[in-house]
């Protein structure tokens, strides 16, 4: 028995939750999915998966073996890939990251477009508004939202993120629209948790000049959706981005304010590893969802209309 055979066992066993699982998915005995496994443990004098009658859990060294092997088979994958004109018959898996509401808000369509498409394509779609590391947790991509740290990594640029000021009419009407974007430092506000920077408002004014204000926070939360819907109930101003809060500004539950004003310089990004080593399931779904997000957004389109150019920053 190769070690690769042993490698695509333990893939399919932890990936399938369970050695029956495993067997059902690669059409081999449960007995011969069992014995690659023990075999590959002591080959490794280690033991990957801690196992019960009932459940199955991966041991510290268990996870980043997986992870590992992973990779390996998605880059066996995607080196056959290369050797194949097989462009319109993309087959495989992809492991990718995105924030998750704008997830929810932007890419939903997007994604059952894709598999529409490709019906031998399987993703693996991890929502969550946290910095993965796409080396040790084996991710083929990420939609990131804001500034890149990781120089190793290959970013494609999707579209613009802006964000705006904005609260209930009724908290306008009860605390008086502010005449300048400093007074929003009287008002409560209701603030983005994990966002970096964001303890401070900064912002540019239409003459280019710069300002910044530090919020007087009355609920913080790590969710955007949720900041609106206390923002629509009245408790403060929130500065969110406008794929979340388009909907609520185009029906009125909310009213911006300073919108011609700058608040971000922010975008959307398909970050991945290496591009050399890219699959080309992995770039199909990257262009399929960049020729979705221009660099102006449909839902930026629609707010711009409703409240026209000159009341709105359109740089």
């Not at 999915?33 to 196992?51: F, G, H, I, N, Y």
């Not at 994604?111 to 084996?138: A, C, K, N, W, Y």
């Not at 403060?236 to 794929?243: H, K, L, R, S, Y």
């Not at 080593?277 to 449909?298: E, F, G, K, N, Y």
Request: glycine content about 6%.
């Amino acid at each position: 028995m190769s070690r690769l055979d042993e490698i695509v066992s333990f893939v399919d066993i932890v990936e399938a939750g369970s050695l029956s699982g495993a067997s059902r998915r690669s059409g081999l005995a449960l007995s011969a999915v069992s014995r690659r496994l023990k075999d590959l443990e002591a080959r490794l004098c280690t033991t990957l998966l801690q196992r019960t009658t009932r459940t199955q859990r991966l041991t510290e060294e268990g996870h980043a073996f997986y992870q590992r092997c992973r990779r390996i088979l998605d880059d066996l994958n995607a080196a056959e890939a290369l050797m194949t004109d097989c462009a319109e018959q993309l087959t495989g898996r992809i492991r990718m990251t995105a924030p998750a509401s704008f997830a929810v808000h932007h890419m939903s369509e997007l994604i059952s477009g894709f598999l529409q498409l490709h019906p031998e394509i399987r993703i693996d779609l991890d929502l969550s508004d946290r910095r993965v590391d796409l080396f040790e947790e084996g991710f083929d991509l990420a939609i990131r939202i804001g500034s890149l740290e990781d120089s190793s990594l290959i970013a494609r640029r999707l579209t613009r993120i802006r964000h705006v000021p904005c609260a209930s009419p009724a908290l306008l009407q009860t605390l008086g629209h502010p005449e300048r974007p400093e007074d929003l430092a009287g008002f409560p506000a209701l603030t983005y948790r994990s966002r970096a920077g964001r303890a401070r408002w900064r912002f540019r004014r239409p003459d280019g000049s710069r300002g910044t204000i530090t919020p007087n926070a009355r609920l913080w939360a790590s969710n955007g959706d949720m900041l609106c819907k206390q923002a629509v109930a009245g408790l403060g101003v929130i500065i969110e981005p406008t794929f979340i809060t388009a909907s609520y500004l185009l029906d009125g539950r909310l009213s911006p304010v300073f919108a011609d004003h700058t608040w971000s310089e922010d975008a959307a990004f398909a970050v991945y590893p290496r591009a050399e080593a890219l699959s080309p399931r992995v770039r199909a779904i990257i262009d399929h969802v960049a020729d979705a997000l221009t660099m102006d957004p449909p839902w930026d389109r629609e707010l711009r209309e409703k409240f026209d150019a000159v009341t709105w920053d359109t740089r």
